[in-house]
Nanobody, 114 residues
Framework: QVQLVESGGGLVQAGGSLRLSCAASGRTFSSTDMRWYRQAPGKEREFVAYINWSGGYTDYAGSVKGRFTISRDNAKNTVYLLMDSLKPEDTAIYYC???????WGQGTQVTVSS
């Protein structure tokens, strides 16, 4: 079993930045690809970013490409999402997800005011 705990969400003005963290338990983190998703009120959960197990490959949704950066520190069992140039439409609950086992965290709220 893997437990994922997100943190770092909050309220920020448009144009600002936040860094989300996802701390994972378990010894398989360093060999597991990871993803971030988000879900806005009244909308379906959507893919945001992906990072492979080594950190050598990343991928992003078109709506965040160039503004968000996913990274990981396998020594700390943590994956990060640095969000720059935030827009009101980025407001959502952000979830991390482990590809292996399809585990999910509880989410962290990000609110961007205009």
């Amino acid at each position: 079993q893997v437990q994922l705990v997100e943190s770092g969400g909050g309220l920020v003005q448009a144009g600002g930045s936040l860094r989300l963290s996802c701390a994972a338990s378990g010894r398989t983190f360093s060999s597991t690809d990871m993803r971030w998703y988000r879900q806005a009120p009244g909308k379906e959960r959507e893919f945001v970013a992906y990072i492979n197990w080594s950190g050598g490959y990343t991928d992003y949704a078109g709506s965040v490409k160039g503004r968000f950066t996913i990274s990981r520190d396998n020594a700390k069992n943590t994956v990060y999402l640095l969000m720059d140039s935030l827009k009101p439409e980025d407001t959502a609950i952000y979830y991390c997800n482990s590809v292996r086992g399809n585990y999910w965290g509880q989410g962290t709220q990000v609110t961007v005011s205009s």
